[in-house]
C-alpha cells in the first residue's frame, strides 16, 4: 500500500502593505460614504449669497443669509460649502431633491429660442443639451457647460406639468412665468444677442418618454411644443402665454 501523499504547506498569510496609499484608499472609501449626509446637513447652514448665486441657485434648496456675526468664520464656512458643491459635481454625487418629489413628469422638456426678425423671417436657438436623437440621448459630461446646464433646468421646471393633457394647470402658467422672470428674460437676451431679432420666444419642447407599461418595441410617443413666452428687445418688456385665452399677457416690466 502506497504511503499518502504528504500534506501541502499552507500558504503564508498576505501581510498588510506598508506606506500611505491604504490609509488614503480608506479615507477616501469613508469619505465617500459619509459626504452625502454631511452635504445634506450643510444645507442648513445659512451662507451669503454672492453674485452668481442670484440665479438659479436661489431656487434651490441652499438657506441664506448668515449664521454668526464672525466674517472670519462665516466665510470659513462658505469656503467649506464651496468644496462640498465642487466635490459633489465632480464625483458625481451632487443632489438635487426638487428634481424627484412630489412627481416626476413622463416626459423631458428642452428650451427653445425662437427668434423673429423684421423681415418676417423665423429662426430657432436650441439649448446646446437637445438630443440629436431623443431615442438614444447621449450622457452629459460633469463639470462641462454646467452652470448654463442648472440656469435652463431651473427654466424648464416650472413647464414640467404644462402640456395639453393638465388642462387645469393652463390658468397658472402666465404666473409661473412672471415669477421666473428675470431666469426666462435673461436666457433669452442671451440667445438673441447679436442677431438683430426683433422678438425672441421662450418654447418648451417635450419630448415623451416611454411609460412602463408601454409594449417592448413600441414607439415613443411624438414630441410637441408649447409657447411659454417672449421678450422684445427694444422695450424690454416680456410677455407670458395665457393658454386658456390663447393671448399673450404681459409680465411685470424689467429693464432691458
Known amino acids: 500500500m502506497a504511503a499518502p501523499a504528504p500534506a501541502p504547506e499552507p500558504l503564508p498569510l498576505p501581510t498588510a502593505r506598508a506606506?500611505?496609499?491604504?490609509?488614503?484608499?480608506?479615507?477616501l472609501a469613508l469619505w465617500q460614504v459619509a459626504f452625502p449626509v454631511l452635504a445634506n446637513v450643510f444645507e442648513f447652514v445659512p451662507r451669503r449669497a454672492t453674485p452668481e448665486d442670484h440665479f438659479p441657485e436661489l431656487s434651490a434648496t441652499q438657506r441664506w443669509g448668515r449664521f454668526t456675526g464672525s466674517d472670519a468664520?462665516?466665510?470659513?464656512?462658505?469656503r467649506a460649502g464651496d468644496l462640498f458643491c465642487a466635490w459633489g459635481e465632480l464625483t458625481g454625487l451632487d443632489q438635487g431633491w426638487n428634481m424627484f418629489t412630489p412627481d416626476f413628469p413622463p416626459h423631458t422638456v428642452v428650451p427653445v429660442a425662437e427668434l423673429h426678425f423684421a423681415d418676417g423671417t423665423t429662426s430657432r436657438a436650441w439649448s446646446r443639451f437637445a438630443p440629436a436623437d431623443p431615442d438614444s440621448p447621449g450622457a452629459r459630461w460633469p463639470l462641462v457647460h454646467d452652470r448654463e446646464f442648472n440656469?435652463?433646468?431651473?427654466?424648464?421646471?416650472?413647464?414640467?406639468?404644462?402640456?395639453?393633457?393638465?388642462?387645469?394647470?393652463?390658468?397658472?402658467?402666465p404666473a409661473r412665468v412672471s415669477e421666473h422672470r428675470e431666469l426666462v428674460r435673461a436666457w433669452l437676451k442671451w440667445k438673441a444677442r447679436g442677431t438683430g431679432a426683433r422678438e425672441a420666444r421662450l418654447v418648451f419642447?417635450?419630448?415623451p418618454t416611454r411609460l412602463p407599461n408601454d409594449a417592448p418595441g413600441a414607439p415613443r410617443r411624438p414630441s410637441y411644443?408649447?409657447?411659454?413666452?417672449?421678450?422684445l428687445p427694444e422695450s424690454g418688456a416680456l410677455e407670458a402665454f395665457d393658454p386658456v385665452a390663447a393671448q399673450w399677457v404681459p409680465v411685470?416690466?424689467?429693464?432691458?
Do not use: C
Open 151 to 173: 440656469f435652463e433646468a431651473n427654466i424648464t421646471m416650472f413647464g414640467w406639468h404644462y402640456h395639453p393633457d393638465a388642462r387645469r394647470a393652463w390658468a397658472h402658467l
Open 225 to 231: 411644443e408649447w409657447q411659454v413666452a417672449k421678450w
Open 252 to 256: 411685470k416690466a424689467v429693464t432691458p
Open 73 to 78: 468664520l462665516q466665510s470659513g464656512t462658505e
Open 205 to 207: 419642447h417635450y419630448i
Open 19 to 27: 506606506g500611505a496609499l491604504p490609509w488614503l484608499v480608506g479615507a
